[in-house]
């Protein structure tokens, strides 16, 4: 019997970078949901088109769907996730962060150049 599939996957978010010339980037945020039992996770996987391929150069991932993304500019990115503490549930983080991303040109990838965290807050 057929039991149907055990995961759901959701595009959230589909993003454009172009942070310099020739360069182009897919930034996108996906959602996978447990349907067959317990857990729920988020992705945010960035790709470049390269010799006919595709090359990742950037990933990450986060529980409870909590990644969001935000595109400042072409060579800015804002990424969104949830923080959990040492006492805090499963279900529940008691805080959030949100890192900022700058396109290095000299090492041809975005980093972190900023961390801010506050509480969580509930959509």
Request: proline fraction near 4%; include cysteine.
């Amino acid at each position: 019997m057929d039991q149907g599939p055990e995961w759901y996957v959701q595009l959230y978010e589909d993003i454009i970078l172009r942070p310099a010339p020739g360069v182009t980037l897919r930034l996108i945020n996906l959602d996978t949901d447990h349907v067959g039992g317990v857990g729920d996770l988020g992705y945010a996987l960035m790709y470049e088109c390269k010799g006919g391929g595709l090359k990742l150069v950037f990933h990450t991932e986060g529980d409870d769907a909590s990644i969001t993304l935000k595109k400042i500019n072409d060579r800015t990115f804002t990424l969104g996730r949830a923080v959990y503490r040492k006492n805090d549930a499963e279900c529940c983080p008691s805080m959030q962060a949100t890192d900022t991303y700058v396109w290095s040109a000299k090492d041809h990838t975005f980093k972190k150049v900023k961390t801010v965290e506050s509480p969580f807050e509930q959509d």
